[in-house]
């Protein structure tokens, strides 16, 4: 199973994302790395594999395509969400998987079939429609998708765990491409929980920072 960085970014900076709460959201300076630089900061942590959440993308602000484009080419595969709206919006660099978010993709989700779907969860709920995320997850492997990131913003940044291992067999039952978790993964046995239910990948970066899954994995891009 993948082990990805989430890199949150706001203004140009790597900032602290938790419960999707983004008014609140400051410069991480308390973590591993030194700086909030997105440069700077990828050159410490150096992981195999990268998540951007473009915030300003995503709040409906421009990209900074030549940021993204520069984080990307320092790993081996990085996923972005930069808050498509149509597939215009779609970037077309090598290294880089374009994320479709429901918060921003409209619901004419078909057009976007041939890239990752993140199914982007509050309160259980997708959003912003507030749809059941099975009903999706079936939806998303009838269109074809490659790819989907079940994420729990409500638990982003909490390190709450993941859900009940019934659960996530569930989930996974339900969609036959690659599938990734993301929101308050918090642990070695959470870990443990995704890879035997069948996930493909975990989406981290607090954990990391406060210790509690080694750098060293995030570094090798598995559980070692």
Known sequence: MDLILAMDLLGGLVVQ????????????????????????????????????????????????TALIR?????????????GVKTP??????AGVVNVVGTETAGTDLPRYRENFLSIDIREGKVIPWGDDPGQLLRYAGDLGFPGCILLHI????????????????????????????????????????????GYDGAIIATAVHKGTIPLEWLRRGRQC
């Open 154 to 197: 409500s638990s982003v940044g909490t390190g709450c765990g993941v859900e009940d291992r019934e659960t996530l067999e569930y989930y996974r039952s339900l969609f036959p491409g690659t599938l990734l978790y993301g929101g308050g993964v918090h642990a070695p046995p959470d870990l443990r929980q995704l890879d035997d239910a």
């Open 17 to 64: 994302g938790k419960s999707g709460n983004r008014s609140s959201y400051t410069p991480l300076t308390w973590g591993l790395a030194p700086s909030a630089d997105p440069g700077a900061y990828l050159e410490y942590m150096r992981p195999k594999y990268l998540y951007i959440a473009d915030l300003d993308g995503i709040e409906g602000r421009s990209s900074d």
């Open 70 to 82: 520069s984080c990307a080419s320092k790993v081996e595969r990085c996923y972005v969400d930069q």
């Open 88 to 93: 215009e919006d779609l970037m077309s660099f």
